[in-house]
């Protein structure tokens, strides 16, 4: 998809109609949302599975063994 196509022109007009509407308490709670998800990935390690299948990713491509 282009820039110069008018779906995605349509798109980023919208984006850019949304931003210049929202409040500073739009984005301070947009903002805090970030955050608490952000604190409960960390405080639950959800993140632990993602980094290490990435791990084990990036040591393949690289030619390295993964051993368990």
Same mark, same amino acid.
């Given at each position: 998809?282009?820039?110069? /196509?008018?779906?995605?022109?349509?798109?980023?007009?919208?984006? @850019?109609?949304?931003?210049?509407?929202?409040?500073?308490? /739009?984005?301070?709670?947009? %903002?805090?949302?970030?955050?608490? $998800?952000?604190?409960?990935? %960390? $405080?639950?390690?959800?993140?632990?599975?993602?980094?290490?299948?990435?791990? &084990?990713?990036?040591? @393949?491509? &690289?030619? &390295? @063994?993964?051993? &368990?």
């Amino acid at each position: 998809m282009s820039p110069q /196509d008018p779906a995605n022109k349509q798109i980023n007009a919208h984006t @850019r109609a949304r931003e210049e509407t929202m409040t500073p308490a /739009d984005w301070l709670y947009y %903002d805090l949302l970030g955050v608490i $998800v952000v604190f409960a990935a %960390d $405080v639950f390690h959800l993140w632990e599975p993602w980094a290490a299948a990435l791990t &084990r990713v990036f040591e @393949r491509i &690289r030619g &390295r @063994r993964v051993r &368990r």
